[in-house]
T-cell receptor, first 115, second 116 residues
């Protein structure tokens, strides 16, 4: 069965610093990969997704992620964090060809931003 | 972008009562909707897949008689938590996929259920 691991439960960075959130997946074929952000008590907003093609994908709010097949990773990055980026971030995967709503989520990483 | 609305945003109910949560796609039609549950400080877990006009498909370990799902139209799916107990207190989130295609499922804002 496919699985998603986010090794960091909680990350704290200073405003303006760079950010990298880690995500590793376990799946035989090339999965479809997503990053979502969730503010407290809110639903999920899609930041970016990877299906195929260029392994570096750009998303909203200045985020990007890089798919590395050799490392089974899909890490999320941002060059300069803003205080408004404080939230919880989820990496998710679906099996290629299956319904795009049936997602398997990682455990989530809580991001705290210090002024 | 497409909008999915959940109602209510939060609800408190007494133990033993039933609660209905609605998930509506406001500007698109969704033959398939998904219901997730998120316990505090945990990730989202898929509970069931809701199919318009047919029975829902439940994930392993989810009691179909306790979590009743109805998807009677292309824009509405409901989740009813029957005989709710405090351990059912959770954050329930739905998502919906546009039936015309596309690669994204859109999420509602979630419903915080507290059973007292």
């Amino acid at each position: 069965a496919q699985s998603v691991t986010q090794p960091d439960i909680h990350i704290t960075v200073s405003e303006g610093a760079s950010l990298e959130l880690r995500c590793n997946y376990s799946y035989g074929a090339t999965p479809y990969l997503f990053w979502y952000v969730q503010s407290p008590g809110q639903g999920l907003q899609l930041l970016l997704k990877y299906f195929s093609g260029d392994t570096l994908v750009q998303g909203i709010k200045g985020f990007e992620a890089e798919f590395k097949r050799s490392q089974s990773s899909f890490n999320l990055r941002k060059p300069s964090v803003h205080w408004s980026d404080a939230a919880e971030y989820f990496c998710a995967v679906i099996e290629g060809g299956t319904s795009y709503g049936k997602l398997t989520f990682g455990q989530g990483t809580i991001l705290t931003v210090h002024p | 972008g497409a909008v999915v609305s959940q109602h209510p945003s939060w609800v408190i109910c007494k133990s033993g009562t039933s609660v209905k949560i609605e998930c509506r796609s406001l500007d698109f039609q969704a033959t398939t909707m998904f219901w997730y549950r998120q316990f505090p400080k945990q990730s989202l877990m898929l509970m069931a897949t809701s199919n318009e006009g047919s029975k829902a498909t439940y994930e392993q370990g989810v009691e179909k008689d306790k979590f009743l799902i109805n998807h009677a139209s292309l824009t509405l799916s409901t989740l009813t938590v029957t005989s709710a107990h405090p351990e059912d207190s959770s954050f329930y989130i739905c998502s919906a996929k546009d039936h015309t295609g596309g690669t994204e499922a859109f999420f509602g804002q979630g419903t915080r259920l507290t059973v007292v």
